[in-house]
Structure formats: C-alpha cells, structure tokens
C-alpha cells in the first residue's frame, strides 16, 4: 500500500466513473485528512491532496452523488467530534465546506449515511458528545439534506430502534432504506436487528 503505516477507520468510496476515493482514517500513530484515489481497482494508489482544510479526523460519513460530487461530514479526531459537511468534485483534489456552525444535527462520527432513491441525503445514528467534553451520547435520530448536504432537517427524533453508531445502512431495490446492526457505546451495546424506513427516515419499522 502506498502509506507507510496501517489504517483504520477511513471512509472508501466508488465513483460513477468507477474510481476508488479512500478520505481520512486512523494510521496507528494519528488521525489523518488525506484522500488517496485508485483509478484500477485498487491495485495502485495515489495521493491527491494532503492539506483539504477539514481537520484530520476519522470515522466520517460520506457518499458520491449521481454527478461524482463526493459529500462528507462529521467524524473524530480522537478528542473532537465535528457536524461540518464538505464537498469535493473533483475526487478529493480540492474539497469545500458547505455546511457548518451554527449546525442544526450534533457533533457525530461513526454515523451511518446512504443515498435515496430521491436522490436527497439519509443521516442516521452516531455518536458525539453534544459540544461537551464528557458525557458522550449515542443518537438515534435521523436528519435529511435535499440540496447536496448544504442543509438538513430532523425526520426523527428517536427512530424507535436504540441509539447506535457503526450501523450499516443501505438502499434496497423497492425504495426502503434498511439500517443493520451496530453498537451502542453507553450502556455498552451491540445489535443485530434490521430496521427500514419508506419515507426517508420519518418512521422506522422493525424488519
């Protein structure tokens, strides 16, 4: 692999065009905030930006919209938790903030982000620590971006599954959005169940 040291915890990413975009990450010594891009499948890499200007951090939420345009936000450095969303379109060359303070969704890394079939922006989950630097708080809301991450709006309160990070979530061929798993970091948890919502994650229902 091209960087020196292992990584964790970064976003991988596959544009329309079929690259491969890699943003972030924990490389066993620190946090990062550089992109890498693969234009074969993985089997070479290359460096295309190494100063962003989004703070290093790892554990962000990311997708590739229908034009290539690649949104991220949240994530953690380690101490910080961020609610900042940035854009990229030119895979990661060069990357613009978007949306940030005075945020409408709190600080969260490790939250779950898809696409629907709307083409609008499904954030769910996470977990963050309200601005505060104790008390971390596992969500179990749901928040929506109808223009490219520039804006959000709480569909759900409380989703009705447990608060969790590390969920998978994905968009089923019918429409649905499905939401598998994940933990819960206070009380220490781990699910295995399924959710999904129809209705861009203003209800949920058990699968």
């Given at each position: ?15 329309k065009s ?6 972030s ?11 890498w ?9 290359t ?33 910080n ?26 600080n ?20 963050g620590?309200?601005?505060k ?13 109808t ?10 309160g ?9 969920a ?18 206070s009380?220490?948890?781990t ?5 999904k919502t ?10």
């Amino acid at each position: 692999m091209p960087w020196s040291l292992g990584r964790s915890s970064g976003t991988m990413l596959a544009t329309k065009s079929g690259k491969l975009v890699i943003i972030s990450g924990f490389d066993a010594a620190t946090t990062t905030n550089d992109t890498w891009i693969s234009s074969d499948e993985g089997v070479s890499w290359t460096i295309t930006n190494i100063s962003p200007g989004w703070a290093k951090r790892q554990t962000t939420g990311a997708v590739v919209l229908s034009d290539n345009t690649i949104v991220m936000n949240g994530g953690i450095d380690g101490a910080n938790y961020y609610n900042d969303t940035w854009k990229s379109v030119n895979k990661g060359v060069t990357w613009s903030r978007i949306f940030g303070s005075p945020p409408t969704w709190n600080n969260r890394s490790a939250h779950s982000v898809v696409i629907a079939n709307d083409s609008s922006i499904i954030m769910a989950g996470g977990y963050g620590n309200r601005g505060k630097t104790t008390n971390l708080t596992t969500y179990n809301n749901t928040w929506r971006s109808t223009d490219n991450g520039s804006t959000w709006t709480q569909q759900n309160g409380s989703g009705g599954w447990q608060p969790r990070s590390y969920a998978a979530i994905t968009l089923a061929k019918n429409g649905d959005i499905l939401l598998v798993g994940g933990q819960n970091q206070s009380p220490d948890a781990t699910y295995n169940d399924t959710w999904k919502t129809s209705d861009y994650g203003a209800t949920w229902k058990f699968v």
